[in-house]
């Protein structure tokens, strides 16, 4: 909802040069001895353990929403008053609010209710395409400008809801446009579990950015046209 108000260094392995012990490197140096790694049995190289695909996906999403938590407990904590960097509707003084404000949040209640569709649709997002950050910079410029033009007359306009809708939008339009069965179905059953957001877009309750959720989802749903025919055309290319 979206509210109006170490340093390392290389030893060399010539056999008749031995290789001095570890501890004389001193405690914040790292030494790398040049010489080949133990390999498996299977003949393969032995290195450290990597995360999990899926993780290394997610991995933005938790970092946007870890960055959200901390800028509320900021401005809670501090004087600093960051909400008032909002989205100042046709004020040129509002213009840098177009980026700031999904960063912005009215209270801990208002975060909640942004996180949780932050967090499962931004990682249903990044599962399933490789097209997080051009959905979201995209969801939050083309979103921040209908608000910067449309929004309502004194007013400061915060949250990350217009992200949530564009999120949504896109990933019920995007198997459509790209013609992927399986992302179709994806699509259906983001309509079928959050079909309620429509209401969002309506000029229904007193202190809600309508407007804000209204330009996400539509550019949401323009960037997955976009996408979805670019993505297309490239599999028929290829085949």
Do not use: K
Not at 71 to 98: H, K, N, Q, W
Not at 103 to 113: E, M, Y
Not at 131 to 149: A, D, E, N, P, Q
Not at 165 to 191: E, K, P
């Amino acid at each position: 909802m979206t509210r109006t108000a170490t340093h390392s260094c290389t030893v060399p392995t010539d056999p008749f040069s031995p290789v001095p012990p570890a501890r004389e490197a001193g405690p914040w140096h790292a030494v790398a001895v040049a010489s080949p790694l133990p390999h498996s049995p299977g003949g393969t190289t032995r290195t450290g353990a990597r995360r999990p695909a899926w993780l290394e996906r997610i991995l933005p999403v938790l970092v946007l929403v870890a960055v959200l938590w901390v800028v509320e407990l900021v401005d809670l904590l501090t004087p600093l008053r960051l909400d008032a960097y909002g989205i100042r509707p046709r004020e040129l003084a509002g213009l840098p609010g177009i980026v700031l404000a999904p960063f912005l949040h009215l209270g801990f209640g208002h975060l909640i209710a942004n996180t949780s569709g932050l967090l499962v649709l931004g990682a249903l997002l990044a599962w399933t395409t490789r097209h997080l950050w051009v959905v979201t910079v995209g969801v939050v410029l083309l979103s921040g400008l209908g608000v910067w033009v449309f929004g309502g007359s004194n007013t400061v306009v915060i949250g990350a809801s217009g992200v949530v809708y564009g999120y949504a939008a896109f990933l019920a339009v995007y198997g459509f446009a790209a013609r992927r069965f399986w992302q179709v179905l994806l699509g259906l059953l983001v309509i079928l579990l959050y079909g309620g957001l429509l209401w969002g877009v309506l000029p229904l309750r007193a202190g809600v950015s309508w407007q804000g959720h209204l330009f996400g989802a539509l550019a949401g749903v323009g960037i997955a046209l976009w996408l979805g025919r670019r993505d297309r055309e490239a599999r028929a290319a290829a085949r």
